[in-house]
């Protein structure tokens, strides 16, 4: 691990005793809880951090409550306070915030604006909207999984390869340059472009199952969320990891499917009742 600082990504299974033998902090910086799409609770997610020794940003999809419930618990893990948002256009944006006051402060602006987009229905905000948002706060703006998905633009990098989101990367701060829910052709188009661009990164698990978190990390020589920030916002952190195993993967995407249920639900149900109000309403003008 000595030759880190010359080769900062690595797309290979982290040695955590050997990079804390180096003097860096390891955090994973993408993972999802039961507060979302996950199955993990969060005292067993500390529990598991604090025996593999590493810290965490929980990053549950549009949702905090996760994340400060880790903070509010964690004894000797550092919690970098953070998000992932779902946008309209399909990439997913990850927003690490220096305090969860910041962190739920943006969380109230982020729902206000939905609210106003559309108060019966449930619908996501576009990229741009969400990052200029985050520009009030002192945050890292980073775009998850870039290149991801095969077949959907959960990647802005995707999106921006199709001219979806013209001057995007104006408003991001870094890239995820390894996640572990992407195959490995996708991650090293990721790693290859934060290597060959003047631009931050970082790297997560991207875990919805308890198994999955810790398999890849992100590293800096620091002891305090805004040290470990400031890092990554410098380039002097490292992100070694890989891709989670197949068996993994496959309770993974039974996780996530299974949690699009009660939100498909929801979804139906405010459909039902928006039209149910239209209708009363154009009934009632009748009258």
Known sequence: MTNSLYNPIKLEKPDISALKKDGYTPADMHLHTCYSDGLTKIPDLLRYAEKKG?????????EIGGALKAEKYAEDTLIIPGIELDTKEGPHLLIYFYTSDDLS???????????????????????????TLAEQYDCLRVAAHPFGYYGINRGVLKCVDKNMLPGVMDHLDGIEAICGGMIRGLNEKSMEYARN?????TGGSDAHILPDVGNVLTGSYVETVEEFLSGIVNRKNIVIGKSGNFLNKGATAGVIAWSFVPYTLSYLSAHYLANKRRMSDIFSSDK
Request: with cysteine.
């Open 105 to 131: 402060e943006f969380f109230n602006d982020f729902n206000r604006e939905k609210a106003e987009l559309s108060p019966a229905l449930t619908k996501n905000l576009p990229v741009m909207k969400c990052l």
């Open 54 to 62: 590493i810290s965490l940003s929980v990053t549950d999809h549009n």
């Open 197 to 201: 661009n003047d631009i931050p990164f």
